[in-house]
């Protein structure tokens, strides 16, 4: 849950915390889609950065929460 500026060795600050904070709550409403949390790092590890760390793969989380929502219009699309 390290953020960006965390883990490049700067100072953490409360901006840290609420990123941390923010990550929790991405593998919580992954969870409430009935989703395994294993299933977002594995997403991040095949159309990222091949690491399931958070602040490397920025990029890729939108295509995360777009395939979340399809699950609410195809809710048999697993």
Known sequence: ?????VSKYALRNSSSDIWSLG??????????FSVPVASLHDHLEKNGTQSACYHLNMSVMDSWFISLQLLTILPMGR
């Open 1 to 5: 849950y390290a953020a960006p500026e």
């Open 23 to 32: 990550c929790v709550f991405l593998e919580m409403w992954t969870s409430l």
